[in-house]
């Protein structure tokens, strides 16, 4: 079974400012992992993943996350964010098997822009 | 370019009336997911179908069902609307050939319920 641990619920940041979003999971077999986002009263858009390859991934409007396998961490990262950034994150791990998976998610994060 | 679309994005309905929400595809995804997702807490899988297979959750109560007449279509089917069950109802499709695990999600169907 898999499970992801978001260690902040809620994350309070200034504009321009740099933010990390913790993502952690558990695993025991490998997995490919997501970042989501979710604006108010909308559906989950996919920010980015990691399938394989570099542990460095970058995704849409500026955020990158790196994978740490010895960590089993997937944080995200945005060096500089906007008042548009405001939303929930849910950071998402799927197994490596054949057929229909099922998407595991964190308990999300909220991120709070302040100008 | 709508991928997957939910209706109504709104639904009003009173305790007990059943209700039906409606979610499409323009994917040719084979999966489709039904999550439910209740206020600042992460979506929750009711069920899934993989082609007609239907796979329901174990915790999934009784009131909820699900049909998927062909590939496009997936409706969810809430028999007798409790309180408990005012959320917004999400859909999902995924490709199970050459998999990447990358779910893509509708907008949404926000339930209250009176």
């Known amino acids: 079974a898999q499970s992801v641990t978001q260690l902040d619920s809620q994350v309070p940041v200034f504009e321009e400012a740099p933010v990390e979003l913790r993502c952690n999971y558990s695993s025991s077999v490998s997995v490919y992992l997501f970042w ?3 604006y108010p009263n909308q559906g989950l858009q996919l920010l980015l993943k990691y399938l394989s390859g ?3 991934v970058k995704g849409i409007n500026g955020f990158e996350a790196e994978f740490n396998k010895s ?8 060096p ?4 548009s950034d405001t939303a929930e994150y849910f950071c998402a791990v799927i197994p490596l098997r ?3 998976q099922k998407l595991v998610f964190g308990q999300g994060t909220r991120l709070t822009i302040n100008p | 370019d709508a991928m997957v679309i939910q209706n109504p994005r709104y639904q009003v309905t009173q305790f007990g009336k059943p209700v039906t929400l409606s979610c499409s595809q323009t994917l040719n995804h084979n999966v489709m997911y039904w999550y439910q997702q209740k206020s600042s807490q992460a979506p929750k899988l009711l069920f899934h179908y993989y082609d007609k297979d239907f796979n329901n959750e174990a915790d ?7 049909r998927r007449p062909n590939t496009s279509f997936c409706f ?8 408990g069950d005012a959320a917004m109802y999400l859909c999902a499709t995924s490709r199970v050939s050459g998999n990447t695990g990358e779910l893509f ?6 339930l209250t319920v009176l």
């Open chain 1, 54 to 56: 570099s542990t460095l």
């Open chain 1, 71 to 78: 960590q089993t961490s997937f944080h995200l990262r945005k």
């Open chain 2, 76 to 83: 969810l089917d809430i028999r007798s609307p409790g309180l």
């Open chain 1, 36 to 38: 989501y986002v979710q």
């Open chain 1, 98 to 100: 054949a057929g229909a």
């Open chain 2, 105 to 110: 999600f509708g907008e949404g169907s926000r």
């Open chain 1, 80 to 83: 500089s964010v906007h008042i």
């Open chain 2, 60 to 66: 999934t109560p009784d009131n909820f069902q699900s």
